[in-house]
């Protein structure tokens, strides 16, 4: 079992940064892929980033490249959401997810999800 609690959200402005955390409890944090997804009023959740059980391979969704970064402390069972040059169209909640998997997208393929952290952009 893996218990996931996000924090960091915040209302912030355009152009802005923020650091997200995912503090991770239980057995075997390194053995799980991290995954970070987002879901926006009326919309589906959508894949942003992934990060494997290493840290040292990282994959973005095509808007967060450039932008966001993931990062991974085994130490502290905690996974690192840095987001700069925020835009409205970030606003969001979002949620860490850990996945047994190697790499994946597929929200359904992550077995383990934290209660999410509201971000907002304002423009």
């Known amino acids: 079992q893996v218990q996931l609690v996000e924090s960091g959200g915040e209302l912030v402005q355009f152009g802005g940064s923020l650091r997200l955390s995912c503090v991770a409890s239980?057995?075997?944090?390194?053995?799980?892929?991290m995954g970070w997804f987002r879901q926006a009023p009326g919309k589906e959740r959508e894949f942003v980033g992934f990060?494997?059980?290493?840290?040292?391979?990282?994959y973005y969704t095509d808007s967060a490249k450039g932008r966001f970064t993931i990062t991974r402390d085994s130490a502290k069972k905690t996974v690192y959401l840095q987001m700069n040059n925020l835009k409205p169209e970030d606003t969001a909640v979002y949620y860490c997810?850990?996945?047994?998997?190697?790499?994946?997208?597929?929200?359904?393929?992550?077995?383990?999800w934290g209660q999410g952290t509201q971000v907002t952009v304002s423009s």
């Open positions: 990060i494997d059980g290493t840290g040292s391979r990282t």
């Open positions: 997810a850990a996945t047994g998997r190697y790499y994946t997208t597929n929200p359904r393929d992550y077995e383990y």
């Open positions: 239980g057995r075997a944090f390194s053995f799980y892929g």
